[in-house]
C-alpha cells in the first residue's frame, strides 16, 4: 500500500459509483463509506486487499451484492461476438502464440462497457500497438515446452474471453483459476463457464475475493496447485501486486496501470508487461 | 464541494503530514484521521469549510495545534528580507498600481518554505509573466477612485507581505482582514503584525477559522464591515471559494489551482484571476 493508492481508492469508488448510475446523493453516501473505509485501512496489506472493504462497501451503499453482474455479462458477450473474428487473427499470424499472448495483454486494455463491438475491434487494433516495457516470450517458450501442465491465473470478465484464445494456443492442459467470489469486474466460475473457458481449461477457484491473489488467503488446494504448477500465467495488476514477491517463477501479462507500479517496475506508466519479476528462477 | 475535492483533500493531507516531516507511521495515522473526517464530510459546505476538521486532524494527530507556525514565519521572514527590492521594482514601473496587483498575484503562487531567498526572487520574474484569465483592472481603477475605504482580505503568509505593497500604493485607508485563528499557512493576527501590515492598515479578524471567509461564521463586527465595505479586495482561492456567492462586488485576486475552480470559471489552470464575477454591481 502506497499513499497515492489511498487517493486513488476515492477516485475507483466515486467512478464505480457513477458507472453504477448512482445519483449524487448516493455517491456521496459511498464518499462518506470510504471514510469509514480508509479509517481501517490497513498499510500493511496489498491494495487488492484493502479494496475488498472498499467495494463491499459500495455494494452495501447501492445495495447491490454484486454491483458489476450486469457489465460483467455485457462484457462478456461483447468479446464472446468477437471471439470468431480474434480467433481467425491469431491463426492468421506468423507466430500465433505470440499473437495470442498480445490479444491476451490486449484484454487487460479495453475499457469494456464504454465500448460499442464496432469500436471494440478498433480498440483491440490499438491495443495491438502497445508497447511491452517487458517481453520474456523466449524464456518463456522453454518453461511452455518443459511444462506438463498451466495454471493461468484471470483477471477480469471479458479479458477472460482473450485468454480463451491465448489457452488454446498454448497446446497443454490448463487449470484456470477465477476468484473466490464476486468483486468488481473480476472473473468468478459463473462467469468463466459463460466465456467458455470450460471448454478449454479446468475451472479453479483460488478461494479468495480479493482482486487479485492473497496467497496465505486462499484455499489449501489452490495453494498447492500455485506451488506446484509448472508454469504460471497471471493476468492484470491486481494479481501482480498481490503475486509478484511470491518465491516463484510467474509469468505476469498485464497493462501498467499506475505510476506507483511503474514506479516498482522501472517501466513507463500505460505499457504493457509480459515476463517474470526478479526472482525469476534461471 | 465537488467529488473531485475528496481526493484533493486526501493528498493535501499527506502532503502536509510530509512536509511537516512525519514518519509513515504518522503518515499512516493521517491516512486513518482523513477516513473519519471524510465520514463525517458535508457536501452542503464549501472546501475551506470541510477543511477544518482535517487540519484540525492533522494538529491531533502530530501533536501540534498550530503545526504551520514556523513555516508561517519562514515564509513571512524570506519576502520580507525582499522587500525593499519588491518595493523598488514596483515604483520603477510605468503603473505602480498595476505592477502592485501583478506582483500581489505573484504572492498567491510561490512555493515559500521550498524555495531559496535567492530563488524567490527568480519565481516573482516567472509569476509576474504568468497570464491572467481576468484583468478587471479598469473597472477596478473606476471603483478604487470612488471608495473612501478599502476592506482587503489576506489569505497566506509571505503572500501577506506582497499586500502590504498593493496597499501602500492605493492610497485609501485600507482594513486587513485575517482569520480568527491558525489554520494551515494562513495569515493570522499575529502573522499579519509580523508582515508589517499593522504599519499600513488597521488589521481586523474574520472571526471565522476556516481556510476562507465563511460569512455565516464570521463575527458580525466582520460582516458589518464586508457588507458596507465600498470596495473589497479578497486574495486567494479559498476566499474566492467561500465567497464568490456573496451578494456583493468583490475583486478577487488569486491564482486557480483546481480543475474544479478552472471549470466553474471557464478559466485555465493555473492562470491569474484579477476581477469580479457574476454579481458584479455596475
Redesign the interface.
Known amino acids: 500500500m502506497h ?1 497515492d493508492c ?3 481508492f ?2 475507483q469508488a ?1 467512478r464505480t459509483g457513477r458507472l453504477l448510475g448512482c445519483p ?1 446523493e448516493c ?2 453516501e459511498i ?11 490497513n ?1 500493511g496489506f496489498c491494495p487488492p486487499q484493502n479494496a475488498v472493504a472498499l467495494y463491499d462497501m459500495i455494494g452495501e451503499k447501492t445495495g447491490r451484492e454484486d454491483p458489476f453482474s450486469e457489465i460483467k455479462r455485457q462484457s462478456t458477450r461483447q468479446v464472446l461476438a468477437l471471439y470468431p473474428e480474434l480467433k481467425k487473427r491469431i491463426k492468421a499470424e506468423a507466430d500465433p502464440i505470440e499473437a495470442a499472448i498480445r490479444f491476451s495483454a490486449c484484454g487487460n486494455v479495453i475499457d469494456y462497457g464504454v465500448s460499442a463491438e464496432f469500436d471494440l475491434l478498433k480498440e483491440v487494433d490499438a491495443a495491438l500497438r502497445s508497447p511491452f516495457s517487458k517481453w520474456d516470450y523466449p524464456l518463456f517458450l522453454k518453461r511452455l515446452e518443459n511444462s506438463e501442465w498451466i495454471l493461468f491465473i484471470g483477471d477480469n470478465c471479458g479479458e477472460a474471453v482473450f485468454d480463451r484464445l491465448l489457452i488454446e494456443r498454448l497446446g497443454k492442459p490448463v487449470k484456470f483459476a477465477v476468484r473466490g467470489g464476486p468483486i468488481i469486474n473480476d472473473v468468478t466460475m459463473q462467469d468463466a463457464v459463460e466465456s467458455g473457458l470450460d471448454k478449454v481449461s479446468e475451472i479453479v477457484s483460488t478461494g479468495c475475493r480479493a482482486p487479485g491473489v492473497v496467497i496465505n488467503e486462499c484455499s489449501s488446494r489452490f495453494r498447492e496447485l500455485f506451488y506446484t504448477a509448472p508454469l504460471v500465467i497471471s493476468k492484470g495488476q491486481g494479481n501482480f501486486e498481490t503475486l509478484n514477491n511470491e518465491d516463484r517463477e510467474i509469468f505476469f501479462i498485464f497493462k501498467i496501470k499506475c505510476e506507483v507500479v511503474a514506479g516498482f517496475l522501472g517501466s513507463a506508466l500505460n505499457s504493457m508487461f509480459f515476463g517474470t519479476v526478479p526472482l525469476q528462477v534461471e
Open positions: 499513499f489511498v487517493s486513488c476515492l477516485r466515486i449524487d455517491l456521496w464518499v462518506r463509506g470510504c471514510g469509514g473505509v480508509l479509517a481501517g485501512v498499510e
